[in-house]
């Protein structure tokens, strides 16, 4: 076997390691895309490990948490948003208050929570309980995922301060 022959068939050897390398890669692919795709909430092995801590641990339980940034052009559409259709919610920011004075919202700045979730990429959803533990998070794309956090804390308050007397009875 002359040497050139043995270098081509190496050469096509590892070109077919190759390709099925990448088939398998992209069954892979598939296989995840296809758990995530049934899951509406998308795939989460398991609840945040975010404590907040500061001020959000004073006992008072938070719906909506928003962590903007007035550099994102989308913390700026979901920050008017939320001013809208849910007004009790609150901004952390690590900027000063000024910033986003005109929001219409309960702003706090706070450098140290900010911290806890500042790896994230603006906006970032939380639901926050009263020791300041994130219990749900999520880092919306678009406009169109606040519905589920809305709706969501509408749910949540009424399950809160009503009670069903058929159930209570």
Same mark, same amino acid.
């Given at each position: 076997?002359?040497?050139? &022959?043995?270098?081509?068939?190496?050469?096509?050897? =590892?070109?077919?390691?190759?390709?099925?390398?990448?088939? @398998?890669? &992209?069954?892979?692919?598939?296989?995840?895309?296809?758990?995530?795709?049934?899951?509406?909430?998308?795939?989460?092995?398991? /609840?945040?490990? *975010?404590?907040?801590?500061?001020?959000? @641990?004073?006992?008072?339980?938070?719906?909506?948490?928003?962590?903007?940034?007035?550099?994102?052009?989308?913390?700026?559409?979901?920050?008017?948003?939320? =001013? /809208?259709?849910?007004?009790?919610?609150?901004?952390l920011t690590h900027e000063s208050p000024s910033v986003w004075s005109g929001a219409g919202l309960e702003i706090i700045s706070?450098?140290?929570?900010?911290?806890?979730?500042?790896?994230?990429?603006?906006?970032?959803?939380?639901?926050?309980?009263?020791?300041?533990? *994130?219990?749900?998070?999520?880092?919306?794309?678009?406009?169109?995922? &606040?519905?589920?956090?809305?709706?969501?804390?509408?749910?949540?308050?009424? @399950? *809160?301060?009503? *009670?069903?007397?058929?159930?209570?009875?």
């Amino acid at each position: 076997m002359s040497a050139e &022959l043995a270098f081509y068939l190496i050469t096509w050897a =590892a070109i077919i390691v190759l390709f099925l390398g990448l088939v @398998a890669t &992209l069954r892979e692919v598939r296989l995840l895309r296809a758990v995530v795709m049934r899951d509406p909430d998308g795939f989460a092995a398991a /609840q945040p490990d *975010v404590v907040l801590g500061g001020v959000f @641990a004073d006992g008072t339980s938070r719906p909506i948490v928003a962590a903007v940034d007035s550099g994102c052009p989308l913390c700026r559409v979901v920050v008017d948003e939320l =001013a /809208q259709r849910a007004p009790h919610a609150k901004l952390l920011t690590h900027e000063s208050p000024s910033v986003w004075s005109g929001a219409g919202l309960e702003i706090i700045s706070d450098r140290e929570a900010w911290r806890a979730v500042s790896h994230l990429s603006p906006p970032v959803l939380m639901h926050v309980d009263g020791g300041g533990a *994130v219990r749900r998070m999520t880092l919306p794309v678009r406009v169109e995922e &606040l519905d589920g956090w809305i709706d969501t804390d509408s749910d949540l308050k009424g @399950a *809160v301060d009503v *009670v069903d007397a058929r159930s209570d009875s």
